[in-house]
């Protein structure tokens, strides 16, 4: 039996039903949406109609034909220009898990498709919903560290730790295919520094697998970022690290912003020797950001504010993190502006 809803509920198809596909399921849910899902898996869809007592389908057509608003894009990687294709041809608004793809191939057209057919789209980065990081962009705006120069931003895990109850050899992020590897799969870093510093001017980087784990895809990645305001960034990703780490560093003329994000503690270090400490809220959680994005995506939907992060902003990121590949293919810098998007 499918669970009634509120008259007016925006009507949305989760498109994957893999462990992101269900945190959205439940977070649509909760937020008092009319979910249904589609799952091409031999008997998940039965599995998951059941379990929340949503409507479920076998076949993506079919589920894009129903009466549906929007579609949340949870599938692999490599499969989401094609399903964001089939949706917006049929003027859906759309929401796609990070990263929007790990190819050019296809956005173009999507990006046609939006103008023409005034399409709302928001890509997953929900980590610009940390408090951490609006606190972060609040003290840069505000010059509590006056000029920014340099920042240095990080994250790790070991990859066989990821996800519970999966093999990682058989995950995405061990397939190139499927657009695994650290770069694609660890581009919140890439993202926030962009909310932070603006437009990524060039890119200098070397990828490498250094570990034993049984993946096609690289598990550690160096980058240099060089913002066209002047700022330059150092990223580390990888797959490798023992305990899951993950933070950023920014120097300025008056002091030091450091953010450590499993303690959800920000700490200002000025000058004068005086600092500040920032904590998450009482009650913060991984899933408060990726509640939050949802809640604002779907009041973009009711005419309600504005995207979190538009089809522009992810098509950048997606050009930063082909130039990653591409500088670390030619040891050579690369400038994202280099990495072409026809029509766009």
């Known amino acids: 039996m499918v669970r009634p809803v509120a008259k007016g509920a925006k009507r949305v198809l989760v498109v994957g039903t893999g462990s992101i596909g269900v945190r959205h399921i439940e977070n649509l849910l909760a937020l008092g949406a009319e979910v249904s899902a589609v799952s091409m898996r031999s008997g998940r869809a039965a599995e998951v109609a059941k379990k929340y007592s949503i409507e479920a389908h076998e076949n993506l057509s079919e589920a894009l034909g129903a009466a549906i608003d ?14 964001a294709l089939l949706a917006a041809e049929r003027g859906l608004d759309i929401f796609v898990e990070k990263p929007f793809s790990n190819l050019l191939e296809g956005v173009d057209e999507i990006a046609r498709l939006v103008r023409e057919k005034g399409i709302k789209v928001e890509t997953g980065y929900m980590m610009r919903f940390h408090p951490n990081l609006i606190q972060i962009k609040r003290l840069l705006t505000e010059g509590s560290i006056g000029k920014a120069y340099f920042a240095r931003a990080y994250v790790g895990q070991y990859l066989p730790d990821w996800r519970a109850g999966t093999d990682y050899r058989s995950s995405y992020s061990a ?15 890439l993202d926030y520094l962009s909310m932070l510093f603006g437009d990524v001017s060039d890119v200098y980087a070397t990828t490498s697998k250094v570990s034993e784990l049984d993946i096609e895809t690289e598990d550690l990645a160096q980058i240099l970022l060089d913002f066209a305001d002047g700022v330059s960034a150092h990223v580390e990703m990888d797959y490798l690290s023992p305990i899951y780490r993950r933070g950023l560093e920014i120097v300025g003329s008056k002091g030091v912003i450091s953010w450590d994000y499993p303690t959800g503690r920000v700490i200002l270090r000025k000058k004068n020797g005086t600092d500040e400490v920032f904590e998450c809220p009482e009650g913060f959680t991984r899933n408060s950001m990726f509640l939050a994005q949802m809640e604002n995506f779907l009041s973009v939907l009711d005419g309600k504010g504005e995207v979190a992060v538009s089809l522009d902003a992810s098509i950048e990121v997606l050009k930063v993190t082909l130039a990653v590949h591409a500088s670390a293919a030619s040891r050579s810098a690369i400038s994202p502006c280099d990495i072409m998007v026809e029509g766009i």
């Open 175 to 189: 397939k190139q295919a499927y657009g695994g590897g650290v770069v694609f799969d660890l581009s919140h870093e």
């Open 70 to 83: 929007a579609v949340v894009i949870a599938n692999r990687t490599d499969e989401h220009v094609a399903t």
